[in-house]
């Protein structure tokens, strides 16, 4: 078993900031990928940043420039901080995180956190 746990969500005016953090914990034999998506009401969840094992990372366009996904391996926790929020931003973001396993690899997903920004 995997537990995800993510914290750091809320409301904040539109140019604020916020850090999501998730924390990973159980059996984890090695993670390949950490990252974030997102989605609001009538979209489908999108990509928000992606952070690979040899920290390669991976952005949407929509947020390039602004945000910024970070990890720490010791303590199987990733991090998004975003900065110039926008309006457009509001939307529950999910953690994602990919496990190696010996039989491939396995995707793991946070409850989601609500992120909202106003004008």
């Known amino acids: 078993q995997v537990q995800l746990v993510e914290s750091g969500g809320g409301l904040v005016q539109a140019g604020g900031s916020l850090r999501l953090s998730c924390a990973a914990s159980g059996v984890i034999f090695s993670i390949n990928a950490m990252g974030w998506y997102r989605q609001s009401p009538g979209k489908q969840r999108e990509l928000v940043a992606l952070?690979?094992?040899?920290?390669?990372?991976n952005y949407a366009d929509s947020v390039k420039g602004r945000f910024a996904i970070s990890k720490d391996n010791a303590k199987n926790t990733v991090y998004l901080q975003m900065n110039s929020l926008k309006p457009e931003d509001t939307a529950v973001y999910y953690c994602?995180?990919?496990?190696?396993?010996?039989?491939?690899?396995?995707?793991?997903w946070g409850q989601g956190t609500q992120v909202t920004v106003s004008s």
């Open positions: 952070v690979s094992s040899g920290d390669a990372t």
């Open positions: 994602y995180v990919a496990i190696r396993r010996p039989s491939g690899v396995q995707a793991h």
